[in-house]
C-alpha cells in the first residue's frame, strides 16, 4: 500500500519559511515525479512545483517562482518545499504527489498517488 505524507506545516509571519517535507510508504521517490499543489478556502488546486524523474528538472508556478525550492534527498527517501518569503496570499494546504510519468508537468490527473495535506498559515 503506497501512502505519502506532508509534514512540515504550521503559522508563519509575513517574510518568513517554512520547509515542507513529502515522504512516502510503499514507494521509492526518486522513481517518481513529485509536484506539490496547493489549495486554498474556496478555490481551485493550484500547482506549484515539481521534480522531475528522469534528470531532477524543476518547475515552479509563477506565483512562487524565486521564492519556492523543491529538492530530493534520495537517501531519506524525501522531497522538500523550501519556501521562502511568505506572504498571506500562500496560506493553503499543501499537498505532494507522485507521478510515474518522468514530466508530468503540474497537471493534477497524471499523479498517482497524493498524500492528505498540511496546513501553511501566514499571518500575523
Known amino acids: 500500500q503506497v501512502q505519502l505524507v506532508e509534514s512540515g506545516g504550521g503559522l508563519v509571519q509575513p517574510g518568513g519559511s517554512l520547509r515542507l517535507s513529502c515522504t512516502a510508504s510503499?514507494?521509492?521517490?526518486?522513481?517518481?515525479?513529485i509536484g506539490w499543489f496547493r489549495q486554498a478556502p474556496g478555490k481551485e488546486r493550484e500547482g506549484v512545483s515539481y521534480?522531475?524523474?528522469?534528470?531532477?528538472?524543476?518547475y515552479y508556478g509563477d506565483s512562487v517562482k524565486g521564492r519556492f525550492t523543491i529538492s530530493r534527498d534520495n537517501a531519506k527517501n524525501m522531497v522538500y518545499l523550501q519556501m521562502n518569503s511568505l506572504t498571506p496570499e500562500d496560506t493553503a494546504v499543501y499537498f505532494c504527489?507522485?507521478?510515474?510519468?518522468?514530466?508530468?508537468?503540474?497537471?493534477?490527473?497524471?499523479?498517482?498517488?497524493w498524500g492528505p495535506g498540511t496546513q501553511v498559515t501566514v499571518s500575523s
Open positions: 521534480i522531475s524523474s528522469n534528470d531532477d528538472s524543476t
Open positions: 510503499g514507494i521509492t521517490l526518486r522513481y517518481y515525479a
Open positions: 504527489a507522485a507521478a510515474y510519468h518522468p514530466t508530468p508537468k503540474l497537471v493534477t490527473n497524471v499523479y498517482d498517488y
